[in-house]
T-cell receptor, first 110, second 115 residues
Framework: SQQGEEDPQALSIQEGENATMNCSYK?????LQWYRQNSGRGLVHLIL?????REKHSGRLRVTLDTSKKSSSLLITASRAADTASYFC??????????FGTGTRLQVFP | EAGVVQSPRYKIIEKKQPVAFWCNPI?????LYWYLQNLGQGPELLIR????????DSQLPKDRFSAERLKGVDSTLKIQPAELGDSAVYLC?????????????FGPGTRLTVL
């Protein structure tokens, strides 16, 4: 079963623009993580935010978490063609068991 | 540092045939996961190992799926017999600490097609 649901399902932007994708989940969590998956490849861990954190940055990535709304957002600033991929949020409620969302497919046009 | 290695990358079989997937996690990672990923969906956990012990196999369809991690390193996932609905990508992942707070490291996956 999928815990999270990403929105939008697909997003197309031009290089240099910002990309924002959202994740909503159903139950209380310990941590929320974001992963990237390039076509035909495995997932790559991007960033983790704990339930007591509200915002976190890593390079061009900015993640926010609103536990009252059970939602998170991932912002990629100044996007590049190489950012084209699917992005998944994953939550863990019970230690070490990640439940992934359905993903957002991001297409960045040069 | 070598990443998570999986083989084969692709497998095509006929229904009712057996199939096995192999995974070698990152050296030193005690926790190993097998996931199933259907097209357009996120991965779903099948089984999680802490060393050689399966600590969560609640999502593994035990009538046809089995897994082992005999020496706490490599792991094998088997399906016997395969059904048409088993066509998917099977991902292996590993993590350094049991809580996965530094994220899980994924292999490239095995794409299974059952005809």
């Amino acid at each position: 079963s999928q815990q999270g649901e990403e929105d939008p399902q697909a997003l197309s932007i031009q290089e240099g623009e910002n990309a924002t994708m959202n994740c909503s989940y159903k139950t209380s969590i310990n941590n929320l993580q974001w992963y990237r998956q390039n076509s035909g490849r495995g997932l790559v861990h991007l960033i983790l935010i704990r339930s007591n954190e509200r915002e976190k940055h890593s390079g061009r990535l900015r993640v926010t978490l609103d536990t009252s709304k059970k939602s998170s957002s991932l912002l990629i600033t100044a996007s590049r063609a190489a950012d084209t991929a699917s992005y998944f949020c994953a939550t863990d409620r019970v230690t070490d068991k990640l439940i992934f969302g359905t993903g957002t497919r991001l297409q960045v046009f040069p | 540092e070598a990443g998570v290695v999986q083989s084969p990358r692709y497998k095509i079989i006929e229904k009712k045939q057996p199939v096995a997937f192999w995974c070698n996690p990152i050296s030193g990672h005690n926790t190993l996961y097998w996931y199933l990923q259907n097209l357009g969906q996120g991965p779903e956990l099948l089984i999680r190992y802490e060393n050689e012990e399966a600590v969560d196999d609640s999502q593994l369809p035990k009538d046809r799926f089995s897994a082992e991690r005999l020496k706490g390193v490599d792991s094998t996932l088997k399906i016997q017999p395969a059904e048409l609905g088993d066509s998917a990508v099977y991902l292996c992942a590993s993590s350094l600490d049991g809580t996965g707070r530094r994220g899980q490291f994924f292999g490239p996956g095995t794409r299974l097609t059952v005809l």
